[in-house]
């Protein structure tokens, strides 16, 4: 595989990663088909059904998987032998870090920062995947420029998160080389296509709907 990452869109907020090592990684994995390959890591970023799926997960496990999220939810990974961790403390596996990141809405009531919910940061080699989770824009995303995320998942629904207009400004605050739109409630995601592009030209749309991104 040329690249670091091959990222696949399964809908959602659930995408599937796999590392130019082979290894298999599944983050928020919601609503997954029985027959995709088995995960070497899952990543939840909180206990929303949609976002910590027992029987999703329970499709994609094998005797070696391991199960990672904020220690928020410490409870609910106790069920799979899951790893708290905590928000900005790496874990190191194989060729390839995972860091959990705040998540939380500020104008909306559906995901508290106190509940201590998170979005992901997967780095390897220099390149990098930042999947937000559930979160409206956060000042906390205005530190991710200096990381240089080469790719940046964003929910854009607007019922429980951000909407098309406050995840473009997202990405503006992150400066990604290339923003993914996800989570978008059956929202025509060219329109967001069109909104990035006027904000901002430089930061590069990819939608995955039926196709994969490598990086």
């Known amino acids: ?9 399964l809908g959602h907020a659930c995408f599937k990663i796999v590392t130019r090592s ?4 599944y ?7 029985k027959d995709e390959e088995k995960a070497d890591i899952i990543v ?19 005797e070696s998987t391991i199960l990672l999220g904020p220690e928020s939810i410490g409870r609910s990974l106790k069920d799979f ?10 874990f ?8 959990l990141f705040p998540a939380y809405t500020i104008k909306k009531p559906t995901h508290p920062k106190g509940n201590g919910w998170t979005g992901t940061i997967i780095e390897s080699g220099g390149k990098s995947i930042y999947h937000a989770g559930d979160t409206e824009k956060i000042p906390e995303m205005k530190t991710l420029a200096k990381r240089k995320i080469t790719v940046a998942l964003l929910p854009c629904g607007g019922t429980y998160t951000m909407d098309f207009e406050e995840a473009t400004d997202a990405a503006i605050d992150i400066q990604p080389q290339i923003v993914v739109p996800m989570h978008n ?7 967001f ?20 991104l490598t990086i």
């Open 1 to 9: 595989m040329e690249g670091q990452f091959k990222l696949v869109w």
């Open 22 to 25: 082979g290894q298999v990684i």
């Open 27 to 33: 983050l928020d994995p919601y609503k997954v088909s």
């Open 44 to 62: 939840s970023s909180h206990s929303h059904g949609d976002h910590f799926s027992k029987s999703d997960i329970k499709k994609l496990w094998k």
């Open 81 to 90: 032998n899951g790893q708290a961790l905590k928000v900005g403390k790496p």
């Open 92 to 99: 190191t596996y194989k060729d390839f870090s995972i860091e």
């Open 185 to 191: 409630w059956d929202k025509n995601l060219k329109e």
């Open 193 to 212: 296509e069109v909104i990035m592009n006027r904000k901002d030209p430089n930061i590069k749309v990819e939608i995955l709907e039926n196709k994969s």
